[in-house]
């Protein structure tokens, strides 16, 4: 018999979730803490087949070795809400037989508006200009700032939600190159310039993170890589805070070796550099990156088929790449 | 035969060595008038002989607008206003119609800058963001933010889709919104490029978002009014890049408070720089302070402009880009 386990909150999809009680037995995971989850592991969720998984469950959001090797043997799949599943363990799953599903595809309009309203916060220096007028200066002391058209921008990991940038940045008269561990198919890249990490870092103008985090790509980009940058770039963060050393970050800045940045996630979120805080020619959200009716509808919902594929078939939709030769 | 004078009204930041290689054509003049009163005596003394004029946004803060009785005082010799801007609503165009002044604006080079700071309006003000960035200075994250909307599939009403409409039509569907518009009349294909031609009152009851792009005139001041705002679809999105009076904005604040307009982006206010108090106390709305064109690249450009039409003027008696109001006077 099936069981599936919800680690978090649905939002949209109840009824959803209750019809896939035609297949499998269904739990809300109640246990308030970890250390409880642990408990419940051994007792009432020990048939447990499958979990929906969200990086936001009290007791299961970081689901690390401790948490994954005390998963019962029943367990099969891990299927998670997010593109980014890097609070999941995966090498422990691979070594226990668990496999992990994510969202790919469902997340990448939203993630690449947030990113493309970063782009021109920074670019047009539009933080600076709320703030004076909320303090009653209107634009005084805002001075000029930089169109998009016709600047370079260097999107880093170009997936899906690259991908979707690369739409919206050319709407805006920007020309594109891109760096992938592997150069994509002309149809894919459609019509981006592959180039090196090398040369993607010294020739943008503006810089675009959208590549996952994971052991190769924790502060790829570090105070070395920023040296390397072009002066006054411009860097937009919408995939993890890890990518990107936040300290060295600071203090590019602060010397204005980066004229301005968008971040929408920071390394120890929700807690954020304090030398962020201070500055003027910074764009800070609060990770927002797909919080909208629509994109977290269709999350939940793509989760939900990877469920109900998993049951019914044995095989997830979206696998993660980690796992893919399972 | 001396050269025909020209008139600096304002300052040029960017394109100064355009504007002196003038010199070839004209004789060029810095006004140095202190206000309005100083200028009209000027307009009767040194600068009587004035043929064209280069005039900046700002400028008015020194003559104040350009409306009829400024236009009593102007020499005769005064024929071509050349104005850095795209909106010359600082300008009463019919008086000068009338003494045969020629007025040029700055269509096309405003278009991209003005069209990203609408995009960006447009996405600030369907997701919220202006929350999510205060809400996270205030050391709250996200806690307690609505989930908000997507653009993709929404339909984007475009008011004046004119170049900057189209320029925005351009962004919008690359965010996937689908576009339509209302215009005085309407484009050709060519240029409507797939946007649907409505009714305004369509336009009103059918947009997602709305978004304003035409010249504000006697025709369009408040057009859109408390009767406009009850033909919208409740929970409506607004972006404002044209100049604030085309909204009454008291009546803005009253349908924000009702909900029936979620949200708004503004770069644009009825008496900027003064702000409506209670578009200041909302912590949702996107407010910018008239930035559109505020870049180095697009300044520059916009400057060149202006310092074509000046030179067309002096040396053909024709502007590059006449004001609509006026084409059949060329």
Wanted: hydrophobic fraction near 40%; charge should be negative; proline fraction near 3%.
């Amino acid at each position: 018999m099936e069981h599936v386990l919800l680690l978090g909150e649905l939002a949209h999809t109840q009824a959803e979730w209750e019809a896939l009680g035609q297949y499998a037995k269904l739990s809300i995971c109640d246990s308030p803490t970890k250390a409880d989850l642990l408990n419940d592991f051994k007792g009432k969720y020990s048939d447990v087949t499958v979990i929906f998984h969200f990086n936001n469950s009290p007791a299961g959001g970081l689901m690390d070795k401790e948490l994954i090797d005390a998963t019962p043997d029943t367990l099969k799949f891990i299927c998670h809400n997010g593109a980014g599943y890097d609070l999941i363990d995966v090498d422990a799953c691979l070594k226990k037989g668990i496999k992990v599903s994510n969202t790919p595809g469902s997340v990448d309009a939203a993630t690449a508006d947030v990113n493309m309203y970063l782009i021109l916060a920074a670019l047009r220096n539009f933080n600076f200009a709320q703030t004076l007028l909320r303090q009653g200066k209107w634009n005084d002391g805002l001075g000029l700032s930089h169109d998009p058209e016709g600047k370079v921008l260097g999107i880093l990991g170009m997936g899906g939600i690259g991908r979707a940038v690369k739409q919206r940045a050319e709407g805006f008269g920007m020309k594109v190159v891109y760096h992938n561990r592997k150069e994509l198919s002309s149809e894919l890249s459609g019509g981006a310039k592959y180039v090196s990490f090398d040369e993607l870092i010294s020739k943008s103008d503006v810089i675009s993170l959208n590549l996952p985090l994971n052991a190769n790509t924790r502060h790829i980009i570090s105070k070395d890589v920023i040296a390397k940058m072009k002066d006054g770039v411009v860097i937009v963060n919408t995939a993890r805070g890890a990518v990107m050393d936040e300290a060295a970050l600071v203090d590019a800045l602060k010397s204005g070796k980066v004229a301005s940045a968008g971040l929408d996630v920071f390394e120890e979120e929700p807690k954020i550099h304090p030398g962020l805080i201070g500055l003027e020619n910074v764009t800070l959200l609060p990770h927002v990156g797909t919080r909208t009716v629509e994109t977290n509808t269709k999350m939940e919902m793509q989760v939900l088929d990877n469920i109900k594929a998993a049951i019914t078939s044995g095989k997830v939709l979206n696998i993660v790449p980690e796992h893919a030769h399972l | 035969m001396s050269k025909p004078k020209v008139l600096l009204l304002g300052e040029i930041a960017h394109a100064k060595a355009e504007w002196e290689a003038l010199s070839d054509v004209a004789t060029l003049e810095v006004c140095d008038s202190k206000n309005r009163e100083e200028f009209i005596k000027d307009l009767k003394g040194k600068y009587s002989d004035i043929v064209a004029c280069y005039r900046t946004f700002k400028s008015v803060e020194i003559t104040g607008r350009i409306d009829a009785d400024l236009v009593k005082e102007l020499p005769k010799s005064f024929k071509y206003i050349c104005h850095n801007g795209a909106g010359y609503d600082q300008i009463d165009v019919a008086p000068c119609s009338e003494k045969g002044i020629k007025i040029s604006n700055c269509p096309s080079t405003v278009d991209d800058a003005t069209a990203d700071v609408n995009m960006f309006l447009i996405l600030g003000a369907l997701r919220k963001f202006n929350l999510g960035m205060s809400k996270l200075r205030r050391g709250q994250w996200n806690s307690g933010m609505p989930l908000t909307h997507d653009p993709e599939g929404k339909v984007l009403g475009i008011l004046g889709m004119g170049g900057i409409g189209r320029a925005l039509k351009k962004r919008a569907e690359a965010f996937g919104m689908t576009v339509q518009y209302h215009n005085r009349r309407e484009l050709s294909s060519e240029l409507a490029d797939g946007a649907k031609y409505v009714s305004f009152d369509e336009l009103l009851a059918t947009s997602d978002v709305l978004s304003l792009n035409l010249p504000l005139n006697p025709n369009t001041r408040h057009i859109i009014n408390k009767d406009a705002f009850s033909k919208m679809k409740d929970g409506v999105v607004i972006a404002n890049t044209a100049r604030g009076a085309v909204m009454d904005e008291a009546a803005l604040v009253d349908a924000l408070a009702s909900g029936k307009v979620q949200c708004v982006g503004l770069d644009v206010f009825e008496a900027e720089p003064k702000i409506h108090p209670g578009l200041i106390d909302n912590e949702d709305v996107i407010l910018l302070p008239h930035l559109g064109t505020l870049t180095y690249e697009t300044q520059k450009k916009m400057e060149i402009q202006v310092i074509d039409n000046v030179r067309a003027a002096v040396t053909s008696g024709k502007l590059n880009t006449i004001i609509p109001e006026q084409v059949s006077m060329q």
